[in-house]
């Protein structure tokens, strides 16, 4: 474990110095997500604006905010640590240079979803954790001990949600032919999660909805850490995201396998 | 003039270059037919998600029926028509293109062939265009079939010319715009960074988030900024003329305008390439 922790802060490290040696392209990139992040909150301004005080689907103005900062700080999170990791994973297969990976003695998944650290997404994790706290300061909510401490598990599994995702799909695509397109691919997909659950209503949606929280559970990582603070610990739903985040581990790990398993070493 | 000595005329010869490179880029678009597929049932996430949303806006609103003027149906059809907008008026990788064959010195197959660089990226483009619109017209037409019902004002048959003008306006002022930025790469080394700032910007301000009449009330300022700039064409403005909110004199002052920009545009960029080949020297291999 402490061989994996040291091995975790030396990639750390190389990560911030390749990036600090392009300052100006690391200082756009943050440019770029400040300026997204005050796109998105002129854009809930004027939607609750217009709306005259309503409340989206159940979510009051502060409320809804309070999901954009979580949503915003759990995919800062996501990006930082593995996006660019598992998009390249395809990449590696074509090349013939996972060869290098597979030999290290260390395992491998580790190796491979962990390797590289985008460091100019760290901000957007600050950035969510800012906009949570202003909205939760302004709903004026108080705040229990073991919500606090839920919130943070319910994060963290939400973290693994979306890192076995993300696993998943890549490993998909060392099957498939041309994969250029990956990054899209996982940010259309995590529009799903980008929302309340409580959105999906209706006769043909509900189903969607139903099928987006079960079966492909893409709805719970947002979800259920904000709505533990804004509405307070729901103990079933806790659970669930609980089960299915080592559940969704266990199987991101066997698909990633199964993936390696067809890999030939096709270049050398 | 008979055909052909018309199929002889060096005009013809110069146009049958590019209908070549317009059937060559046709067919290696239609080649990767399932990821085009994939992509385009993916790509249906965001819309269901945002009707939703609006749904739910106008299902929690306190006061009135209406958001600056638009009901729940126009607002759902308006976001709706942003994606037949942005089918005409996106170009994904232009600008990129441009600036890396600039810094890699790939850029000189223009200068050693008989062709034009931006005539035959705008073929290249039109070929792109025309297969992802035939690809993606089977599952928009289910679509907006599906919501039909939300479509309960439109302009009218009447209007479907003129609709297809603005949209073909909107490829064009999409294409030099694009252009331009890429074109930047002659002066500054790295145009990455500002092909994101621009792109998300133009995500904004073209009223891809929403119609850009709401912001009258709240921002003010920056909604009359946005009536004399050129993003709105790209999205906003036939989407609006679809809906029949634009019409009569404001249709007319619109498309002068939108045409003045593409004039400016496309005299721009060509501008810019001239300028920039004479600082050019060809690095790279």
């Given at each position: 474990m402490g061989r994996y922790l040291r091995l975790f802060v030396a990639f750390a490290r190389i990560g911030l110095a390749t990036e600090m040696a392009f300052r100006v392209n690391f200082l756009m990139k943050m440019l770029v997500e400040v300026l997204w992040l005050g796109i998105l909150l002129v854009f809930y301004d004027v939607l609750f604006r217009n709306m005259g005080g309503g409340s989206v689907a159940g979510w009051d103005r502060w409320a809804y905010l309070f999901f954009v900062g979580c949503h915003y700080a759990l995919s800062g999170v996501v990006e930082t640590f593995f996006l660019e990791n598992c998009t390249n994973l395809a990449e590696l297969v074509?090349?013939?240079?996972?060869?290098?990976?597979?030999?290290?003695?260390?395992?491998?998944?580790?190796?491979?979803?962990?390797?590289?650290?985008?460091?100019?997404?760290?901000?957007?994790?600050?950035?969510?954790?800012?906009?949570?706290?202003?909205?939760?300061?302004?709903?004026?909510?108080?705040?229990?001990?073991?919500?606090?401490?839920?919130?943070?598990?319910?994060?963290?599994?939400?973290?693994?949600?979306?890192?076995?995702?993300?696993?998943?799909?890549?490993?998909?695509?060392?099957?498939?032919?041309?994969?250029?397109?990956?990054?899209?691919?996982?940010?259309?997909?995590?529009?799903?999660?980008?929302?309340?659950?409580?959105?999906?209503?209706?006769?043909?949606?509900?189903?969607?909805?139903?099928?987006?929280?079960?079966?492909?559970?893409?709805?719970?990582?947002?979800?259920?850490?904000?709505?533990?603070?804004?509405?307070?610990?729901?103990?079933?739903?806790?659970?669930?995201?609980?089960?299915?985040?080592?559940?969704?581990?266990?199987?991101?790990?066997?698909?990633?396998?199964?993936?390696?398993?067809?890999?030939?070493?096709?270049?050398? | 003039m008979s055909s052909a000595v018309a199929a002889t005329s060096p005009s013809w010869q110069a146009l049958r270059k590019y209908v070549n490179i317009c059937r060559a880029s046709l067919v290696e678009r239609l080649a990767y037919r399932g990821d085009f597929l994939l992509g385009t049932f993916l790509r249906f996430l965001p819309v269901l998600t945002t009707i939703l949303l609006w749904s739910a806006v106008y299902e929690g609103k306190r006061d009135g029926k209406t958001i600056a003027g638009f009901t729940k149906e126009e607002m759902i059809s308006y976001l709706l028509l942003i994606h037949i907008s942005r089918m005409f008026s996106s170009m994904p990788g232009l600008a990129s293109g441009i600036a890396r064959d600039i810094r890699d010195g790939s850029l000189k197959k223009y200068l050693v062939q008989p062709l034009d660089m931006l005539c035959y990226l705008l073929a290249f483009r039109i070929a792109h265009k025309t297969a992802y619109i035939a690809t993606s017209a089977l599952p928009y037409a289910l679509l907006f079939f599906l919501a039909r019902e939300n479509f309960v004002t439109c302009a009218g048959w009447a209007m479907l010319p003129v609709y297809l003008l603005t949209l073909i306006l909107g490829f064009l002022i999409g294409f030099f715009f694009e252009a331009m930025i890429g074109l930047m790469g002659f002066w500054l080394l790295e145009v990455t960074s500002a092909i994101w700032i621009l792109t998300t910007l133009n995500y904004f301000l073209s009223g891809q988030m929403f119609p850009l009449d709401l912001l009258a009330l709240d921002y003010p300022t920056i909604h009359m900024i946005l009536q004399w700039l050129p993003f709105k064409y790209v999205a906003y403005f036939p989407a609006m003329v679809f809906l029949g909110k634009i019409s009569g004199p404001e249709l007319v002052r619109e498309l002068l305008l939108a045409t003045a920009w593409l004039g400016v545009l496309s005299v721009g960029s060509r501008w810019l390439y001239a300028a920039g080949l004479r600082r050019y020297s060809a690095y790279g291999g």
């Open positions: 074509r090349s013939g240079e996972l060869d290098q990976y597979l030999l290290k003695p260390i395992d491998e998944q580790f190796l491979i979803t962990t390797k590289q650290i985008d460091w100019s997404t760290f901000p957007n994790i600050l950035q969510g954790i800012g906009v949570m706290i202003v909205s939760f300061a302004m709903m004026q909510g108080e705040v229990t001990l073991i919500q606090s401490v839920a919130f943070v598990v319910l994060f963290v599994c939400g973290v693994a949600m979306a890192y076995s995702f993300l696993l998943v799909l890549c490993s998909c695509s060392v099957w498939m032919v041309r994969n250029q397109s990956l990054v899209e691919m996982w940010w259309l997909f995590t529009t799903l999660m980008r929302y309340p659950r409580e959105l999906f209503v209706g006769y043909y949606v509900s189903p969607v909805g139903m099928f987006f929280t079960y079966i492909v559970p893409v709805l719970l990582i947002v979800n259920v850490p904000a709505a533990t603070m804004v509405r307070g610990l729901e103990p079933g739903f806790a659970t669930l995201a609980v089960i299915t985040a080592v559940v969704l581990l266990v199987f991101s790990r066997w698909v990633f396998r199964l993936a390696l398993q067809s890999y030939r070493s096709a270049s050398s | -």
